[in-house]
């Protein structure tokens, strides 16, 4: 086994990077015999407006380069916010022929493993990726519908993220970076004050919003 990663994110300011750390090298440590010569540390920390995820990129490039044999992580909510993020970080690293290892939930990928256990879990995680892009669009669909029916619609501003054009309801250009914004807030990883200091707006415009959940299918 050669050069291993341990991947390590905090979302809010009050967790800590050590926790994440010494479980990854502990568990490189038992499963692999390494010493900490042979860990690569990446890490991310994203408090407020800074949601930069420079360490993952980092690490996903030098798995591409070749430069890793196998990935560990604390959690699966550490290394992706969704199932298609996980599947598509998987999809990646087993393209790239590195292995990905999560401790807390005892799962291990690899790639090019005649296992039918495997196997099922990566066809599984495609098609639980696609299965919750639908139900979040579907429900998007029904939100815009259900406001637009609503008569207050049709003489209020449209709510956040989404603009008027000739009397319906269009995604506005930031609607990404609000959905991303308040799947934070509801995961508690980001305050509604700092939601609301991103995308420069008020904490009563965020509690609204948050009412709406359907509108940004969540």
Sequence with gaps: MGEIACYCRVSTDDQSLERQLTSTQEYAER????????????????????????????????ASDGDLDAVVVHSISRICRSISDLERTASRLESDGVELHIVSEGLTLRPEESDPYQTALFQLLGVFAELEANMAQQRTKEG??????????????????????????VEADDYHDVVAALDMVQKD?????????RLDTSRATINRALERTDLYGL
């Design 144 to 169: 815009i519908a259900a406001r637009q029916a609503n008569d207050d619609y049709h003489h209020g501003p449209a709510p956040l993220g989404f603009s008027k054009d000739d009397g319906r309801l």
């Design 31 to 62: 499963e692999f015999g390494a010493s900490l010569s042979d860990l690569s540390i990446y890490r991310d920390k994203s408090t407020g407006t800074n949601t930069d995820r420079s360490g993952y990129q980092e690490m996903m490039t030098d």
């Design 189 to 197: 990883e980001l305050s509604k004050r700092k939601a609301a200091r």
